[in-house]
T-cell receptor, first 111, second 118 residues
């Protein structure tokens, strides 16, 4: 079983809708959680990080973490065509600089 | 502005050649990473380095070696390139957890090198 699993996608939503991206992880010692966005032909860039249980909001993006369920999600409100990309979930063990990445979920926002 | 640069965007090499991929960061980061990214297989860690001259194997180190002689530079070496090493190679860097705050764990990626081995 892969250590970090993301919903396989692809995910397609209409413009203005909420996109929900999910990620589960297997290591209960994991402490840091990241969402990266990767446009086609480009390298990943960080959009959100979260360490504490609950929600963290940044503009149209909300990251949600539930350590008991070993689950982290990313919600994108008012989705725009420019949000169309692959979203990578990454998980760090405590005090480790190394991340384990999921395979990514490809999101398409249709105008 | 944060910057990670890689020596080439596109590279074509022949089977058996020795290949050097170079990565330079200007953020004084302790950690540097080499990944390869293939369709359907995600981002896989080849090697990482947490200090000058220090290195650790990642998930797929076979067929690769690395060198970190200076803090800002991390090189990936394919000793004898093979066709199954055709891939997108991504370099990244980050602060060390021991020196930064938790928010410093994020990785900054270079633009990538698309390597084709024929």
């Amino acid at each position: 079983q892969k250590e970090v699993e993301q919903n396989s996608g692809p995910l397609s939503v209409p413009e203005g809708a909420i996109a929900s991206l999910n990620c589960t992880y297997s290591d209960r010692g994991s402490q840091s959680f990241f969402w990266y966005r990767q446009y086609s032909g480009k390298s990943p860039e960080l959009i959100m990080f979260i360490y504490s249980n609950g929600d963290k909001e940044d503009g149209r993006f909300t990251a949600q973490l539930n350590k008991a369920s070993q689950y982290v999600s990313l919600l994108i409100r008012d989705s725009q065509p420019s949000d169309s990309a692959t979203y990578l979930c990454a998980v760090n063990e405590d005090n480790a600089g190394k991340s384990t990445f999921g395979d990514g979920t490809t999101l398409t926002v249709k105008p | 502005d944060v910057k990670v640069t890689q020596s080439s965007r596109y590279l074509v090499k022949r089977t058996g050649e020795k290949v050097f991929l170079e990565c330079v960061q200007d953020m004084d980061h302790e950690n540097m990473f080499w990944y390869r990214q293939d369709p359907g297989l995600g981002l896989r860690l080849i090697y990482f380095s947490y200090d000058v001259k220090m290195k650790e194997k990642g998930d797929i180190p076979e067929g690769y070696s690395v060198s970190r002689e200076k803090k800002e530079r991390f090189s990936l070496i394919l000793e004898s390139a093979s066709t199954n090493q055709t891939s997108m190679y991504l370099c990244a860097s980050s602060y060390s957890p021991s020196t930064g705050t938790r928010s410093s764990y994020e990785q900054y990626f270079g633009p990538g090198t698309r390597l084709t081995v024929t």
